[in-house]
């Protein structure tokens, strides 16, 4: 199967610090990428789907200016948690869609993130 | 999104056939039935995905009703490495996945 990649796969930071944590697809071009949240015993929530050369489409509640998406090629996507808090501590999975072959998503391994 | 019913958690013993059950009595005609796997501390890994006919792959099978109202997934031999979080997802063609609670599946040795 198609292989996403993602880095850093953990990260602290401090308070009011930004981070940018990279999707990469490694052998295939993915003109979609997804960003999910997951917070411990908790499913996977959505928060925003990326296009490559357009505008991030962001989930209701997720706030577009705090969490920054750039997907500037067909092979990586950029999420930046910008002034990051303790909350913000969560798994960041991105994932991406194939072109063409429509439905299936291969995910990212995960990037955790603490903020202290 | 339609939605999905999953037992919150099941339990299989190694080596034997493991039947994940899903309940989706809202679905359309246009929604797809897919199936991923999350093992601890990974993202998710996709296993199988129809829209009316039953599936085969080489991880499992996915034995769809007649009127899709309800699906299973098949593990046909389960092994510790299956032990994982199961969500069954309901997507229209090129939309995106949303992910329900899904089953904590339990593979004793």
């Known amino acids: 199967g198609a292989v996403v990649s993602q880095h850093p796969s953990w990260v602290i930071c401090k308070s009011g610090t930004s981070v940018k944590i990279e999707c990469r697809s490694l052998d295939f071009q993915a003109t979609t990428m997804f960003w999910y949240r997951q917070f411990p015993k908790q499913s996977l929530m959505l928060m925003a789907t990326s296009n490559e050369g357009s505008k991030a489409t962001y989930e209701q509640g997720v706030e577009k200016d705090k969490f920054l998406i750039n997907h500037a090629s067909l092979t990586l996507s950029t999420l930046t948690v910008t002034s990051a808090h303790p909350e913000d501590s969560s798994f960041y999975i991105c994932s991406a869609r194939v072109g063409g072959s429509g439905e299936t998503q291969y995910f990212g391994p995960g990037t955790r993130l603490l903020v202290l | ?109």
């Open chain 2, 1 to 109: 999104d339609a939605k999905t019913t999953q037992p919150n958690s099941m339990e299989s013993n190694e080596e034997e056939p493991v039947h994940l059950p899903c309940n989706h009595s809202t679905i359309s005609g246009t929604d797809y039935i897919h199936w991923y796997r999350q093992l601890p501390s990974q993202g998710p890994e996709y296993v199988i995905h129809g829209l009316t006919s039953n599936v085969n792959n080489r991880m499992a099978s996915l034995a769809i009703a007649e009127d899709r109202k309800s699906s299973t997934l098949i593990l046909h031999r389960a092994t510790l490495r299956d032990a994982a979080v199961y969500y069954c997802i309901l997507m229209e063609y090129g939309n995106k996945l949303v992910f329900g609670a899904g089953t904590i599946l339990r593979v004793k040795s």
